[in-house]
Structures are given as C-alpha cells and as structure tokens.
C-alpha cells in the first residue's frame, strides 16, 4: 500500500516552510491561540524544513510563528489600538515622520504588525516603544498569516 504525503495540503505548514526559505525561524502555537505548542517556546524555533514537518504533522492545526531578533533578522512593530496604539503611532509619526513601506499585517485583536528587516549588527530587544506599541525583538515571537 502506499501511503501519500499530504503535508502539501496544509497551508500552515506550508506558510511555515516558506518563512524558512526567508531565513526566519518558525515555530508552532496552539490552535486558536499564540501560546507556543512546543516545551521551549521560541527557544526552539528552527527554519530546518524537515523539522518544521514533522512539528506541523505533529500538530497539523497549530497557528505559525515567528521568532523575532538576531535568529530571524527581522523585528516587528506591534500596533495595539486597544491600548492606545493607534494614537501613540500618530504621535510618532508626527514627531519623526511616516513608517517606511514595509509588510503588514492585521493582527487576530485588531492592530497591526509592522515588519522590518534587522539592520547588521544591531540587538534590538523586545521593549514597549509607547503605550500601544510593542517592539518585537531578540527574545520574543509574533503570530503570523495565515
């Protein structure tokens, strides 16, 4: 009998693999959730394709993350409207100009992630930038589409 390989059909895992060809390091969160799924959280974020299958086959329907900072080269800005956000990106913009064009998502609470590419040689950490405003760094995650 043969068995046929349906993880070509998951479109988690897929989102997930091709976030590893970006060089971004993913890892599983709980279904309808953005607790990690796994013991060690982003600690174990990999891009290593075959370990990602075999954490989505694990876990078919576990939401995608990324984990931020130096192992993925990238940081995220996260927008809370709900906690003053929106105002507090206002204020910013006002002060130091419009954020540079950059992907963008829409967030499962309403707000905003802002993704941008780590420069060389820089720690961003996971910080509060304003009220309403995460900066999403080395030690941190953010979900992500799909």
Known sequence: ?????????????????QCAKRGWHVLPCLTKGKAPANKHGFKEATAVPGDIIRLWKREPLSNLAIATGIVSGLFVL????????????AELEQQHGELPATVTVET?????????????????????AAPGIDLKGSGGYVVAPP
């Open 1 to 17: 009998m043969v068995t046929l390989d349906r993880s070509a059909e998951n479109p988690l895992l897929l989102a997930a693999l």
């Open 108 to 128: 499962g609470g309403g707000g905003r992630h802002y993704y941008f590419a780590l420069p060389d040689g820089v720690d961003l950490r996971c910080s509060v």
């Open 78 to 89: 996260d927008v809370d409207p709900r906690s003053g956000g929106d105002r507090s990106l």
